[in-house]
């Protein structure tokens, strides 16, 4: 089966350094989603594109947060400074849009100490 | 998006149907409703969606009532594997101001006894 693949799995780091979490979506996906998991507020979008172009990241704090898709293969979100708060588990997600159904990865646990 | 209601918590024998309620009385006619689910430590798994008629794969089937205003989602023949959290989501067809992402409440942990 064709999987959302994201790395790191893990990521433990000191508060202030850079973080990038990389995901690569299903090929021939053209919509690709980042979303957080906390205990606290739970699953939450973050930002999405569609045929690389950032269509919304209104969920995302813009300061220090940055998500890019480099090429079709490959979509990174980007925290620089990291701070505690940040500490989390994203996922990114792929889809065909439309009515079809987004595809998940297993996330990237991030701790910032 | 329309706003879902699911019970917390459920439980269900191994072997018997597992039967999880979603209420979705605000949808609108250009509403899908999604199921998916996460196992601990794992990404949400999508399961099935429907727009107004019952739909039916490997996994489950998903039962709308013909008002829409609320859906079923039945695993046949529960098995320990499928102890998860279980995410009932509508979700619109026209993109923009984040239209095209989910939208995820608390869900409901079905939890499958032995």
């Known amino acids: 089966d064709a999987r959302v693949t994201q790395t790191p799995r893990h990521k433990v780091t000191e508060m202030g350094q850079e973080v990038t979490m990389r995901c690569q979506p299903i090929?021939?996906?053209?919509?690709v989603f980042w979303y957080r998991q906390t205990m606290m507020q739970g699953l939450e979008l973050l930002a999405y594109f569609r045929n690389r172009a950032p269509l919304d990241d209104s969920g995302m704090p813009k300061d220090r947060f940055s998500a890019e898709m480099p090429d079709a293969t490959l979509a990174t979100l980007k925290i620089q400074p990291s701070e505690p708060r940040d500490s989390a588990v994203y996922f990114c997600?792929?889809?065909?849009?439309?009515?079809?159904?987004?595809?998940f990865g297993d996330g990237t646990r991030l701790s910032i100490l | 998006d329309a706003k879902t209601t699911q019970p917390p918590s459920m439980d269900c024998a191994e072997g018997r149907a597992a039967n999880l309620p979603c209420n979705h009385s605000?949808?609108?006619?250009?509403?899908?409703v999604y199921w998916y689910r996460q196992i601990h430590s794992q990404g949400p798994q999508y399961i099935i969606h429907g727009l107004k008629n019952n739909e039916t794969n490997e996994m489950a089937s998903l039962i709308i009532t013909e008002d829409r205003k609320s859906s079923t989602l039945i695993l046949p023949h529960a098995t320990l594997r499928d102890t998860a959290v279980y995410y009932c989501?509508?979700?619109?067809?026209?993109?923009?101001?984040?239209?095209?992402?989910?939208?995820f409440g608390k869900g409901t942990h079905l939890i499958i006894q032995p």
């Open positions: 997600a792929s889809g065909l849009g439309g009515s079809q159904p987004q595809h």
């Open positions: 090929l021939g996906h053209n919509t």
């Open positions: 989501i509508v979700r619109s067809l026209y993109s923009g101001g984040g239209a095209d992402g989910l939208t």
């Open positions: 605000t949808i609108s006619g250009n509403e899908y």
